[in-house]
Structures are given as C-alpha cells and as structure tokens.
C-alpha cells in the first residue's frame, strides 16, 4: 500500500481489515467447517478435527504473525473443547496463545501486533458482553446491527491508548466504519 492509502486505513480505524488477524481465522475456519459439513458431507468431528491442519495450514500461509497465532491457537482450543466435550474458558485460550507467541519470540511482547492483538480481543470478550445487556430490549430486526456496533466500540476502547501511542491519533469515526468495511 502507498503511504497515502495506508493513513487512510488508519485513520478510518480499519486498518485489522488489511492485516491478516482473528477476523481472518475466523472466515478462514467457518468456511473450511462449511465445506467440510456441507459439500463432504462430513461428521461434525470428522470436520472438527479437519478443521485444525487447515487453521495451520492458513496460519502458515499467513506467516505466522502474533494476531494470526493468537486467532489460531484460540480457534484449536476452541476446537479441541467441543472434541473433548469440555467447558470453554475463553480466558485461558488468550492465556494460551500469549504463552505460545512468547516462547517462540519473547520480544513480541513489546510489538504494536502483539499488544492491540491480544487488548482489543480482551476488550470484545469482556466489554461486548456488558454493551449487549445495555441494548437487549432492541428491536429483533436491529439486534445484528447493534451487536456489531457494540463489538466495534468494545475494540476502540480498549485500543485507543494504543492507537494513540503507536499512531498519534484516535480515530472517532472507527466505530462507524467498523460496521461497514469489515462485512464488506
């Protein structure tokens, strides 16, 4: 990207958009499930356990950066819970991956990836879930929208100290454009 353009990422708050993160883990594994379910018709443990060399597999492809390992060690915990019928802490997933990244490079502790990675996860598992509850009597057709709009704000407070220090800005309208580029 041309400096010009990067600045505009940045500024409208979406820059995750262009950086291979958990959004992208995510996609990459419905999408996988989906196929796997679907078209191959497979058993969902059967698909379950297919699931986790082709996370690998994408989160070599995708060089094996701190929000990739984090997005990916928490989706094969994620997966391995349903396998082994156990309760998920969500918690100890983040908890996992952070021990993952750090014994491989422990100097990643101090990168921008690494920090707003793990911060702006934290902040949608915890924040989003309290912004919900102030907007549950909302009406059935505006619930999707609103659950978006509560997981953008949940992200942006909890990275703006960030933002501000690894960019010299925050962005205001970051929460709009959250709702719009991302399922774009």
Do not use: E
Not at 76 to 85: D, Q, R, T
Not at 129 to 136: A, D, E, G, H, T
Not at 141 to 152: F, T
């Amino acid at each position: 990207l041309s400096p010009y353009l990067k600045d505009i990422f940045i500024d409208a708050g979406v820059m995750h958009v262009l950086v291979v993160s958990g959004l992208h883990v995510g996609f990459i594994s419905l999408i996988f499930f989906w196929i796997f379910r679907k078209i191959f018709r497979l058993k969902k443990k059967i698909a379950l356990i297919l699931l986790i060399p082709a996370v690998l597999f994408y989160a070599m492809v995708a060089g094996f950066t701190p929000p990739v390992i984090r997005a990916s060690t928490m989706t094969i915990v994620v997966v391995l819970s349903f396998l082994f019928s156990r309760n998920l802490n969500i918690f100890q997933s983040i908890a996992i991956a952070a021990l993952i990244i750090l014994i491989i490079n422990p100097s990643a502790l101090f990168g921008a990836s690494f920090q707003m990675s793990f911060i702006a996860t934290i902040g949608i598992i915890y924040l989003a879930p309290k912004f919900f509850k102030l907007v549950q009597r909302v009406h059935p057709i505006l619930k999707w929208p609103v659950g978006l709009l509560c997981v953008s704000i949940s992200a942006q407070i909890s990275i703006a100290l960030l933002t501000a220090y690894y960019f010299n800005k925050i962005s205001i309208i970051a929460v709009i454009s959250n709702l719009i580029i991302p399922p774009m």
